[in-house]
């Protein structure tokens, strides 16, 4: 691949910001990864970073990416009250049930989105974890999920 003649110089992978998006992020990034490595080798791969909650209490907004940042959101809009109904979270299920603005403003606008972009820090081990991840067998697949479930974020 020539990426000297690339047409675009970025690719943003967008998917939802639950954990289905991030297994579609991970089957995208094997396609990559496969077949187009030098994108990734010369940076042109990136993944948005859409976020998981909005946080609101009259006109104060806030989105939050993970737990702990809607937990503080929540904690500073109620002022420190655990239980306050007047402060409203809503979950993101996915970029879908997001409108157009809210869309342009968190993940797609270049002034405001947040983006990672996708390297290779060792290629042997990024091949035989995805040939394990990604691959026909399932034997080492499970022991890996068995040894590391201890260390994910479950998304219920």
């Known amino acids: 691949?020539?990426?000297?003649?690339?047409?675009?110089?970025?690719v943003v992978i967008m998917c939802d910001a639950d954990i289905d998006g991030?297994?579609?992020?991970?089957l995208i990034l094997t396609f990559f990864f496969r077949y187009m490595r030098e994108l990734i080798e010369n940076s042109h791969i990136y993944i948005a970073q859409p976020p998981l909650y909005q946080v609101k209490k009259g006109k104060n907004m806030r989105y939050c990416w993970?737990?702990?940042e809607r937990k503080a959101a929540q904690l500073e809009f109620?002022?420190?009250k655990e239980d306050d109904d007047s402060v409203k979270v809503q979950r993101y299920k996915g970029l879908g049930e997001m409108n157009a603005e809210q869309l342009w403003e968190t993940t797609m606008d270049p002034k405001t989105r947040?983006?990672?972009?996708?390297?290779?820090?060792?290629?042997g081990e990024a091949d035989?974890?995805?040939?394990?991840?990604?691959?026909?067998?399932?034997?080492?697949?499970?022991?890996?999920?068995e040894a590391n479930a201890k260390y994910a974020r479950i998304d219920v």
């Open 114 to 123: 947040i983006l990672k972009v996708a390297t290779i820090d060792d290629a």
């Open 78 to 80: 109620s002022g420190g």
């Open 66 to 68: 993970n737990d702990v």
């Open 128 to 145: 035989r974890m995805f040939a394990m991840l990604m691959g026909d067998e399932v034997p080492p697949r499970r022991a890996f999920i």
């Open 1 to 10: 691949m020539n990426t000297e003649k690339l047409r675009y110089h970025k």
């Open 22 to 26: 991030s297994h579609i992020t991970t």
